[in-house]
Structures are given as structure tokens and as C-alpha cells.
């Protein structure tokens, strides 16, 4: 029981803020709305934290937020868009790390008192196995999208066995310590046991599943926030790590469905690794190449347009730049719209921030479901760093390794035109046959470049349409 009625009131507005803050974010149009009203959440969770009868020194409690304002601050401002899903999971690791080890410092209370089997040891021992799995495996996720370590599932014969009894042994030792309260040998084993499962589980993952891995980490910390917030009996950790874990999981669920994907086939099924795609290797295919006042000439012409943005927009920070060609091609007369398929780029949301940030309007950014049936109207669809979303395989070829994966149906547009720096296939390792319709210009370079010399001809251009 908290007590005092100033951070009783202030955990209540808090969990308000927290649960607008979901709803808001749910909608690009309110998305910065809920930051902010999150963010005040958190201010006033913190100030009701410091507020308990409990805290007796603000000293290390000082140092602490400084210290991490001072690293967090920076981090902020310096991370680029393509880098948000690693720096989620790091965050994740850190995050889950402070809940285990408060639970380590609970256990270790409870067996200097002597306690037995409690509510507060079960819950202590739920939420040390899901903090330090997350932590490690948010880790090992970070390093693959990142590239520090292989991105290609790490699989060996056995092992989901050896990930069974690992799982197994954690658990025991969790049950043990519930019933048994201790700070020796045993809580040092539970400890490494729980971080070892945490990078076995995410090893025989590919580097294309890790967006939704890292969703999934995000429920279990949030899970585990919220088991030591029954731990501690405080209400809004309750209620925010339920909120957190509700919410990881709906997106990893999204994701999936996006994908076609089970949580069987992204937990243990492997997908993700690069494999050699339909005519790999093999003779090399023609395709179509235009040049940057071919490409304006055919967008200058059209009367409709969709813009199919993807991570190769973000990695090139494209995204001013097309939303200029968009003002541009308006300007002309001509109908523009954006195609954004729901797991284009690395997370959930991410093209839609990108050109939101590029001050290009909401209604102009249409979801993958509303906009397939207007394709096969459309002039001219222009793919700008997207590969595996507009990959017809994944509807015609059924042996595909995306087959089953909803795309967005450029290939059914009139014409169709593709910014990429070259041929190499996408996260999924295989060619995609749209570059090699009739239909289909490859436009070759960098996609800022590229957007840039297209408008700078459009601007200068005869006015044609």
C-alpha cells in the first residue's frame, strides 16, 4: 500500500497519460500527441516515485538521472531513423536488466528475512527469468541488426533440445527459489541460466525476423515490469507493464500477419536467412534501365502516381527529397499518393515517420489494403528502396521463400519504375521479378541523388502533361 494520496494521484494520471499515449500513437495524425502526453506520464510516475516514504537519499538517485540523461539525451538526437530497431533493443537489454537485478536485491531481502513461499517470491522469480532473457537476447538482437555478429540463423543439430532442458533447468531453479527464498549458488545459477536461454532463443533467428523478435522482447519486458510490480505492490508498474506487454505483443502479432508468419515459424523456423534466389548465379537477366530525365518526363505525363517508399528511402535519408518531387508532381496536376506496406523499412511505422517528418500530408499515405485495388489504374508506380514488399513471388510463387507475405501489388500499375543502387536482392535473398517486366525501369543510383535530379528536371522542364 502506497499511502500517500499526492502519489496515489499521481500514479493515477500517469496510467491516464499511458493508456492515451497508446491510443494516440496508434495514428500518425496523433503520434506526436501521444509522445508528449507519455512523456508527461513518465515525468509524473517519476516525481510520485520520489515521492515515497521509502526513498530517504536522492543523492545516487541524482547521479543516476544525470548520468543517464547524459547518455540518453545525445543518443536521442544522434540516432538515425535506420537505426531506431537496434536502438529499441538495446534499450529493451537495459531496461530489462534494472527490472532483474531489483529482483535479484528482492530475493536476496527475502532470504535474509527468512521468508518462505510467497506471492511476492513467485512473481520475483516469474520476473528475473523474463529480464534477464530479455536483456541478453535484446543484445544478441541488437548485434545482428547491427551486423556485429552473423544475420543468418545460428542452427545446430539439437539444438531446440538443448534450448528445452536450458528453459527447463531456469525454471526449476525459479520454482525452487519461490519456495525457498536464497542469495547463494542457486540464484547465481537462475541468473546465468536465464541470460544463456535468452541467446539461445534469439541465435536461430534471421536478421529479416528481428524487427519482429524485437517486438516480442518488448511484451516479456513489460511482463516482467509489471510481475515486479506485484512484487513490490506498486499499481503503476502493474499497470504500465501490462500496457507495454499487451502492446509488444499486438505488434509482434501485426508483424507477423504481415509477414505470413507464425510465432512458431519466427521462434524456431529459421526465416530470415539469405538464401539463393530464382536464377542466382545463374545467366544474368535484361532489364530496362532510365535515366533521370526519362523518369521525370514519365511522372511529368502521368495523371496518377504511387510513391512506394522502403529501407532503402531511410538508409539513403531520401525522404525530404521526395517529398519535394511529391509538392512538385502535385504542382502539375498530378495525383500523388503513398503506398506503405505495414512492415516496409525495419518497424512498424517507420515510413509513415519518416514522411511525416518530411511535412508530406497523412491522408496522402495509404495503407497496403486500401491502395491494391487502385494500382491497376495507376500510371506509374514508383518504388523507392522497397524490394521484398513489391516482390511478386510472394503472391505466384507458392515455393518462394516470402510466399504468402502480403505485398503491395506494383506490379499490376501501368508502368512501373524502381529507385536502387543496384540488383542485390533484399532481406529475404531473392530476386524479385518485378525489375524484369517489360513494364519496369530500373532507375540506378543513390535515392536521394536520384529524387533530387528528377525534380531539378521537373522544375526546368516544358510543363507537358
Not at 527459489?177 to 534471421?206: D, E, K, N, R, T
Not at 508506380?381 to 514488399?389: P, S
Request: include cysteine.
Amino acid at each position: 500500500m502506497i499511502g500517500n494520496p499526492l502519489v496515489e494521484a499521481a500514479y493515477l494520471v500517469a496510467a491516464i497519460c499511458f493508456i492515451l499515449s497508446l491510443m494516440w500513437m496508434s495514428h500518425p495524425s496523433t503520434s506526436r500527441r501521444g509522445v508528449f502526453v507519455g512523456e508527461f506520464g513518465m515525468l509524473l510516475a517519476i516525481v510520485g516515485t520520489l515521492l515515497l516514504k521509502e526513498v530517504v537519499d536522492y543523492k545516487l538517485i541524482a547521479a543516476a538521472l544525470l548520468l543517464g540523461s547524459a547518455i540518453g539525451v545525445p543518443l536521442a538526437y544522434m540516432m538515425p531513423m535506420t537505426a531506431i530497431p537496434q536502438r529499441t533493443a538495446i534499450s529493451h537489454s537495459l531496461g530489462a536488466l534494472a527490472v532483474a537485478l531489483i529482483g535479484v536485491v528482492e530475493m536476496t531481502k527475502l532470504a535474509a528475512a527468512g521468508a518462505a513461499l510467497s506471492f511476492a517470491s513467485a512473481a520475483l522469480g516469474f520476473e528475473m527469468l523474463l529480464g534477464f532473457l530479455t536483456c541478453t537476447a535484446s543484445v544478441l538482437a541488437f548485434a545482428k541488426l547491427q551486423e556485429l555478429v552473423p544475420t543468418r540463423p545460428m542452427i545446430f543439430k539439437g539444438q531446440q533440445a538443448l534450448n528445452l532442458v536450458v528453459f527447463l533447468a531456469a525454471v526449476s531453479c525459479a520454482v525452487v527459489l519461490a519456495l525457498h527464498p536464497q542469495s547463494g549458488p542457486l540464484l547465481i545459477a537462475f541468473v546465468a541460466l536465464s541470460a544463456l536461454f535468452g541467446l539461445m532463443l534469439v541465435a536461430p533467428i534471421g536478421g529479416a525476423d528481428m524487427p519482429t523478435v524485437i517486438a516480442l522482447l518488448n511484451s516479456y519486458a513489460g511482463l516482467a515490469a509489471s510481475a515486479m510490480g506485484f512484487a513490490l505492490s506498486n499499481k503503476l508498474l502493474i499497470i504500465t507493464g501490462a500496457l507495454d506487454g499487451a502492446s509488444g505483443f499486438i505488434l509482434a502479432v501485426i508483424m507477423c500477419k504481415a509477414m505470413n508468419r507464425s510465432f512458431a515459424n519466427v521462434m524456431f523456423g529459421g526465416f530470415g536467412q539469405v538464401v539463393e534466389g530464382a536464377g542466382a548465379g545463374g545467366e544474368a537477366r535484361p532489364v530496362r534501365s532510365a535515366s533521370q530525365e526519362d523518369a521525370a518526363l514519365m511522372l511529368e505525363n502521368a495523371a496518377s502516381v504511387v510513391i512506394v517508399p522502403g529501407y532503402g528511402m531511410a538508409v539513403a535519408q531520401a525522404q525530404h527529397k521526395v517529398s519535394e518531387l511529391y509538392q512538385t508532381l502535385q504542382n502539375k496536376g498530378v495525383d500523388v499518393r503513398f503506398a506503405i506496406h505495414p512492415v516496409a523499412g525495419r518497424m512498424p511505422g517507420h515510413m509513415n515517420v519518416l514522411l511525416a517528418e518530411a511535412n508530406i500530408p497523412y491522408e496522402r499515405l495509404i495503407e497496403m489494403d486500401e491502395i491494391n485495388g487502385d494500382l491497376p489504374t495507376t500510371d506509374v508506380a514508383l518504388i523507392i528502396g522497397a524490394n521484398d514488399v513489391v516482390n511478386p513471388a510472394a503472391r505466384d510463387d507458392p515455393k518462394s521463400a516470402i510466399a504468402g507475405m502480403p505485398i503491395i501489388e506494383a506490379d499490376r500499375a501501368k508502368a512501373v519504375m524502381v529507385i536502387k543502387r543496384s540488383m542485390k536482392p533484399g532481406f529475404a535473398g531473392i530476386e524479385n521479378d518485378l525489375y524484369y517486366l517489360d513494364k519496369t525501369h530500373m532507375l540506378f543510383g543513390d535515392a536521394k541523388d536520384f529524387v533530387a535530379g528528377m525534380v531539378k528536371e521537373l522544375a526546368g522542364g516544358s510543363g507537358m502533361h
